[in-house]
């Protein structure tokens, strides 16, 4: 199967031909004919199949004939989160290039001024994110009865950050007879009752999922102590001792972490990046660019700046926290190994972690060996630099010295669900979207501050650390991935007089079963 036939405009294939691409993917293959007969599509996609390019070549070449009007977009396409939109636009720049269409962003962080002024000027795509979209309708800038196409992309996303109260607004914004393309990874019952309401017999797309992570990537996951500063200090070492890494994506579950994890690599001489919800978009736009290029070859993110993105091939991926769910700990694996190259997936994971580790081997349907040798670190006195801060807030928190958490602390309102036991109020996911981080959770140590206190007295008996002798005596050993650390640093990572020996995980690659 060729593009050409696929009945697809001359400009359209001759923009696809520029890119090099001469084959269809599937999602592309099956969706793209029925787009340009104008029928409904239920897409069920994820990333990396080619889905965006499914809706972008039919909508160009539908949007050959016919020309916008002020303040009434011809077509609407909502994604969950600003960087998904931002390369869907890309994808429009992309092939669209021979067109003269009015392409609009409209994302949080962003001026409303200049969005008003392009909406003034009339939009042939416009591309949004929910919350900014509905502020601008609110405003009265924007009118949707002129939208003929509607794209719904990552609706399984859109639910997972609280937004389907305002898919359904905007469905009952744009008209009825309208277009429908809607994309989703997962059916769950709620998407599930989002198509039957708003699709007009669809036709149904599915391709398989792109080749499972699991076989071509070694995952391992790597025994940590449960304060914070340890697991930085695993990761220093995780990172300066990896074999072959080229590049590596770090996530954590908060991006309060993502920012702390940040700052503290960056303070130990590490090139690194950050990406996360609360970050201004053109921070983000240039973390996740220099990242693109290889100028930072380290990122920490959260799930839900990294989800979907097009990211390039990365040789790691770091856990820096085990995931809640498991699906998001399929997703990030997903990273690296792409298209039958092999990568590292390491998992720290602490004693806190072991129902969401079991939950993920669930899912993978297999088991995640832990690495070898003594990777636990446990050092009271270690992160000289970085533990007193974090010291004084678990005090805090546990309602110690200090006063008690007010202000920012306290606000719950972006964490998960389940985590504040209530639902997730249009309001709020609509403030949420607007830094495009709804699903970032703060930190739930307040729930799990009983449990906690538990596991401290055990935590006191573990072993002392262990470190690499090798480094020890050889500092350039440390890989080009960051500088050297200067002396004092790597000297407050290590106990004095433990240079017991190199860890066997580091020598001896593990492969999990699948990738066997
Ligand atoms: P997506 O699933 O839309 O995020 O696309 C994943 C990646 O596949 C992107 O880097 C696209 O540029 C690329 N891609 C899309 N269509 C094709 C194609 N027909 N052949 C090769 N690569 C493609």
Redesign the pocket.
Known sequence: MS?SNLGLSEKVLAA?AA???????P??EQAIPHVLARKDVLGI??????????FVLPMLTILEKGRARARMPRTLILEPTRELAA?VKE?FD?YGAGQKLNVALLIGGVSFGDQDAKLTRGVDVLIATPGRLLDHTERGGLLLTGVELLVIDEADRMLDMGFIPDIERVCKLVPFTRQTLFFTATMPPEIRRITETFLHNPQKVEVSKPATAAVTVTQVQVPAGREAHEKRELLRRLLREAKDLKNAIIFCNRKREVAIVHKSLQKHGFSVGALHGDMDQSARTAALEQFRKGELPLLVASDVAAR?L?IPEVSHVYNFDVPHHADDYVHRIGRTGRAGRTGTAISIVTRLDQKSMAAIEKLIGQSIPLAEGDFEIHTEASDATERPREARGRERSRGGRGKPQRGRDRDRSHEPREARGEARHASEARHASEAGHASEAKSPSEARQPAEARHRSSDKRRAEPRHDARQQANPSHVPSIGRPEPRRQREADTEPGDHSHLPAFLLRPVRSPAGA
């Open positions: 593009f696809v890119t090099g691409y001469t084959t269809p993917t999602i592309q996609a994820q990333t990396g199949t080619g889905k965006t390019a499914a390369q994808n992309r979907g097009d």
